[in-house]
């Protein structure tokens, strides 16, 4: 089996957040290992936020039914993107017999952009 899923997020749209709820917004999707890469930079975030949905729609199930944060997306040194599943995501893989994942993050434009495969 193959699954595959896709998303495009223009960076600015996490420079237009409300600065007053933008460090929650931040916390509540990225993980700390994922923000110790990233930092705070939109470009790097807006990245992660696209593979995070391809992720989930790869799985099947979109965001909700698996949480920002068992979706984690951390770069090897390399500078590719490998995907760690925890919790809920990782048993909405493993129930789809998902085992071997690969993701890919690009930015031009002012977009950034994830594709992700899924394999079992």
Do not use: Y
Request: aromatic share 4%.
């Amino acid at each position: 089996m193959i699954k595959c899923g896709a998303d495009i997020v223009r960076i600015d749209r996490l420079d237009t957040i409300n600065p007053t709820i933008r460090a929650r917004f931040i916390r509540r999707v990225f993980t700390p290992r994922e923000l110790a890469q990233a930092g705070t930079e939109s470009e790097a975030l807006a990245g992660l936020f696209a593979a995070k949905e391809a992720v989930s729609k790869a799985l099947g199930t979109g965001i909700g039914k698996v949480s920002w944060q068992s979706i984690e997306i951390i770069h090897a040194q390399s500078g590719e993107p490998a995907l760690h599943l925890h919790d809920e995501a990782l048993k909405a893989a493993l129930a789809r017999g998902l085992t071997e994942w690969a993701v890919s993050i690009t930015h031009d434009g002012g977009l950034a952009l994830a594709f992700v495969v899924a394999r079992g």
